[in-house]
């Protein structure tokens, strides 16, 4: 019977410890929904821009929907980093919680291995919020630069 008790109280340590990557992972996977979608919108696009090319289009208007599909095809690449990057951090993480169940059943020592699976945890998450934001910055930066090119032009004429 205090077996049983002591094996209960193990489990619900475990638990306990556990509770933090999990809500983890919820975190991540939001973001993981966020960077899909912002994805989805720059791939739209860019269709968006390839269909649309029209025939008889002047040189200029040809190298802005060049200058906006490659802007859109760097956004593309940095956005796909940040998902691979966000991923494996949801994976290193659901590692961690694996090893705390293993080492806690098994009753072997697996703090060294469940500190190195956080730690690249938060790196690969750090480094995919990185790509996200140059994403944003760069979509930003066009948008700074749409416009000014688009004040320039009326002060031209």
Known sequence: MVEAHHQVSSVAQVIQLAVAPVFLLAGVGALLAVLTNRLGRVIDRFHVLDKALPTGSTEKE????????????????????AIIL???????VCLVVVALFVGAELRI?????????????MASLI????????????ATSFIENLHASRTTNREKS
């Open 86 to 92: 966000c991923t494996v951090c949801d994976l290193l």
């Open 62 to 81: 040809s190298a802005g929907d060049l200058a906006t599909k490659i802007s859109l095809s760097r956004r593309a690449k940095l956005i796909h980093w």
């Open 109 to 121: 020592d697996l703090s060294s291995t469940i500190a190195v699976l956080f730690v690249a945890a």
């Open 127 to 138: 480094a995919g919020l990185a790509c996200f934001l140059r994403e944003i910055a760069l």
